[in-house]
């Protein structure tokens, strides 16, 4: 399993940024996939968990609203759609594979065993 993000740079507060992962050998619709971020200092923070039978978005209470996430299955591709990005934003945003015991938004990264190298949110003015 590999996946790959993208998507990430410096945005000004208030901005907006789609954040691509693209997986290769697993396909995407076959098991949930969860959204990440790691702030500096901070433990790793789930966000975003997709289903992998119809695609539905479970969010962390502290992005519900702002963070929207998707899926293509044509070319096996997650989204992380986020908006009116404040400056606590910023981090190492990654997706993750696995089997965690529920479809939440704040899933536990221990659940998720395949990983992609993240890519880097700055929110600064």
């Known amino acids: 399993v590999q996946l790959l993000e993208s998507g990430g740079g410096l945005v000004q507060p208030g901005g907006s940024l789609r954040l691509s992962c693209v997986a290769s050998g697993y396909t995407l619709h076959d098991g949930p996939l969860g959204w990440f971020r790691q702030a500096p200092g901070k433990e790793r923070e789930g966000l975003a968990c997709?289903?992998?039978?119809?695609?539905?978005?479970f969010y962390a209470d502290s992005v519900k609203g702002r963070f929207t996430s998707s899926r293509d299955n044509a070319k096996n591709t997650a989204y992380l759609q986020i908006n009116s990005l404040k400056p606590d934003d910023t981090a190492i945003y990654s997706c993750a594979v696995g089997d965690p015991p529920a479809m939440a938004g704040d899933s536990l990264p221990a659940d998720f065993a395949s990983w992609g190298q993240g890519t880097q949110v700055t929110v600064s003015s």
């Open positions: 997709i289903s992998p039978s119809d695609g539905n978005a």
